[in-house]
């Protein structure tokens, strides 16, 4: 079993910047990969990045891509997301999830059997 809890959000004028952080309880957490994605008024569930088991392989959503860096620090037990220009578009519930064993389809919520409680993320104009 893993319990996950978000942490970071919060209010912040376009162009700035935010680091999500994610803390993780449980045994499996270092085998496991990780996402974030974030709940809009429009979408339910979008995947916004994620990460191997290691660390070493992500991947991002296009909207995200250049600007967002997911990161984990497995001795800690954590997931982190690095927010930099920050645009309203961003406003959004950001979630941190597990991947189920076996499972390959990182961008789909289906592929995930452990999510946060969710950070608020709000971008001002």
């Known amino acids: 079993q893993v319990q996950l809890v978000e942490s970071g959000g919060g209010l912040v004028q376009a162009g700035g910047s935010l680091r999500l952080s994610c803390a993780a309880s449980?045994?499996?957490?270092?085998?496991?990969?990780m996402a974030w994605f974030r709940r809009t008024s429009v979408k339910e569930r979008e995947f916004v990045a994620a990460i191997i088991w290691s660390g070493s392989s992500t991947n991002y959503a296009d909207s995200v891509k250049g600007r967002f860096t997911i990161s984990r620090d497995n001795a800690k037990k954590s997931v982190y997301l690095q927010m930099n220009s920050l645009k309203p578009e961003d406003t959004a519930t950001y979630y941190c999830?597990?991947?189920?064993?076996?499972?390959?389809?990182?961008?789909?919520?289906?592929?995930?059997?452990?999510w946060g409680q969710g950070t608020q993320v709000t971008v001002s104009s």
């Open positions: 449980g045994r499996t957490f270092s085998s496991r990969s």
């Open positions: 999830a597990a991947l189920r064993d076996y499972y390959t389809n990182y961008d789909l919520p289906s592929a995930y059997d452990y």
